[in-house]
């Protein structure tokens, strides 16, 4: 085991893993404010447009992200459309992403019972206030567990951005396997370091489901 190999690489595998957390914690973000966007669309807008945003989500999530990153970076200027590798990264993250969280928003809405917002509707409370005070608490305590779920999908999708040659950390890695012919060692830690990042993830997810329901049990326990 050739480890020492690792203080000449050292620094360019950190400035990988920075890119790597840059392009999944942009692109989760940004493909979950979409989503949610999405979502209260398709809830709430007029029949063309669910009709749209529904053929969005069907054929983003019936093609696979590697495609929509190629077309994204290599097909986009042909529309005037040129983004860096790291740009276009983040992008198709969010493009990606959008649809899933759209998907894991719908399904939040349906759980929330609808006698609760018939009830609501029926004392005139106005709708973005139902949606902010009785929809959104009770959904995000349903939702935190397959949010979760995806984003740490998400983090391991971030090692398919070097075929456009985002300096992330599995292009650093490839990088540093290839002048050395060493390629062991250099895997092992790029395993160790997407199993770190899974599970602190994990974790945090952990810990927000558990603060978000803890007002649940005070209620089931005063009851």
Not at 101 to 130: D, N
Not at 152 to 161: C, F, G, P, Q, V
């Amino acid at each position: 085991m050739e480890f020492d190999l690792f203080i000449q690489y050292g620094p360019a595998l950190l400035k990988g893993f920075g890119v790597t957390l840059l392009c999944w914690i942009v692109g989760s973000f940004g493909g979950a404010l979409l989503g949610f966007v999405i979502a209260c669309l398709m809830r709430w807008s007029a029949a063309p447009v669910r009709w749209i945003l529904s053929a969005y989500v069907e054929l983003i999530r019936g093609t696979p992200f590697m495609i929509q990153l190629f077309l994204l970076y290599y097909g986009g200027p042909y529309l005037g459309l040129v983004l860096s590798p790291v740009q276009a990264g983040i992008v198709s993250f969010v493009v990606y992403g959008s649809p899933y969280f759209a998907e894991i928003f719908r399904s939040g809405f349906q759980a929330i019972p609808k006698g609760q917002i018939e009830a609501a509707r029926a004392i005139g409370i106005r709708e973005f206030t139902i949606l902010r005070r009785i929809m959104l608490p009770q959904m995000l305590v349903l939702i935190t567990a397959p949010l979760t779920n995806f984003v740490i999908i998400l983090s391991k999708e971030t090692a398919i951005l070097s075929v456009v040659t985002v300096p992330e950390l599995l292009f650093e890695t490839q990088t540093m396997a290839a002048e050395t012919f060493t390629y062991v060692e250099p895997f092992l830690v790029l395993s160790l370091f997407y199993w770190l990042l899974v599970v602190v993830t994990a974790e945090l997810g952990r810990r927000i489901e558990i603060r978000s329901t803890r007002h649940l049990k005070r209620t089931a326990s005063s009851t």
